[in-house]
């Protein structure tokens, strides 16, 4: 059967597949592109996220002796803000690479295999 469009010309069957494959590579540089940004937003929330608990959280923890909390509170609350600060470190990171591997593989591969 002749493919939608071909109207019975010779050589159509090729002409159709390299339609075909032209749509479904600008379909799949969408998709990437989407997917690049999303890692990009990623990144960038993590890095936010990073400065200001380092800047904000870790840098402003000070004992006067008159604080109605005790080492206790300053310990828990130190930890929590030290694992935050390695996740978000990891997460901007592993962020980082996996757009990196996304990359490389787009421009050595392309969008289709």
């Given at each position: 059967?002749?493919?939608?469009?071909?109207?019975?010309?010779?050589g159509?069957?090729?002409?159709?597949?390299?339609?075909?494959?032209?749509?479904?590579?600008?379909?799949?540089?969408?998709?990437?592109?989407?997917?690049?940004?999303?890692?990009?937003?990623?990144?960038?929330?993590?890095?936010?996220?990073?400065?200001?608990?380092?800047?904000?959280?870790?840098?402003?923890?000070?004992?006067?002796?008159?604080?109605?909390?005790?080492?206790?509170?300053?310990?828990?609350?130190?930890?929590?803000?030290?694992?935050?600060?390695?996740?978000?470190?990891?997460?901007?990171?592993?962020?980082?690479v996996?757009?990196?591997?996304?990359?490389?593989?787009?421009?050595?591969?392309?969008?289709?295999?």
């Open positions: 059967a002749p493919m939608p469009g071909c109207f019975g010309r010779r159509c069957g090729a002409e159709a597949r390299r339609r075909h494959e032209q749509l479904l590579e600008q379909d799949a540089q969408g998709v990437f592109h989407a997917y690049q940004a999303f890692m990009g937003n990623l990144q960038t929330v993590s890095t936010l996220l990073l400065g200001f608990i380092i800047t904000g959280t870790l840098l402003s923890v000070m004992v006067t002796g008159s604080e109605n909390y005790g080492a206790r509170q300053i310990t828990g609350f130190t930890r929590s803000a030290v694992a935050s600060t390695f996740l978000s470190g990891a997460s901007m990171l592993l962020g980082f996996i757009q990196a591997r996304g990359a490389v593989a787009y421009e050595n591969f392309g969008v289709l295999r």
